[in-house]
């Protein structure tokens, strides 16, 4: 070392060591701080989501037990599709909420009523995506995809769906995706004037709406085997609660659990493993 840098070095104030320590230090600070305010921030959201969720299966069960299911094969589908983090994040809310508008006090009654709609009634019906919407608007700040979503979930790929007839690329891709997925859910569960259907009748219903009813893309990769195999697991599952509730009554075992939320893992931290087949 020559004389010129040693004196350099000897002449150094302590505060020149100090001073880079000390921003290092606060910048880390920040940055940990940071992420703890942005982890409460999810933890708020996932809980707000939920809480909504608990008001859906304490006005009415069957649907919350439809919703959640609609989200299972929804986020199947999506993941087949190779749809990043974001936008299944986005799918799986607007399948959770996509029937919230039903539970409008104008609604209740004819939804429980199980005589046949009149005409009046049939296009009270039809306003429940748009009720959902505005139930949901408040959170259109931080998920502006959700209230899009839930508004189309009735659309159709040829124009002839509600509220607004859009059609096919027109209407958003968490709607399309929840389209097929609410409608396998429906037709493989008893409703009003319609007996529950078999898988292969529904996969056969969901096969006849490629390009009327459905993104026929999407109807596409849902027929894969891959996805369908995927689909009637899950089925078997969600449906397994209920086989299990009825032995109950006989003082066997408890209800196994309903399918799983999956933000609730991610609430808590880091997934330890998909919960879903
Ligand atoms: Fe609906």
Redesign the pocket.
Known sequence: MNKAVRTVLAQRSPMRDIVPVTVGLAAGGLLFREHRIRAKTERLGAATLETLLNAIDANDAVTGAHVRRVATYALILGEAAGFDERTLHSIERVALF??V??LHEALTDIFHDPSKLTPEERRAVMT??QR?AEVLAPLSAFYPDLGKGVAA??ERWDGTGYPRGIRGKRIPLTARVVAIA?SFDAITHRRRYSRARSFSEAVQAITEGRATQFDPELVDLFLTPAVLRKIERAMRQANAPQRKRRTRRHGEKKPGPDITFRWRQRSNGPRAQDPRP
């Open positions: 996509h029937d508008g039903k429940h995506p959902g979930h009735h609410d």
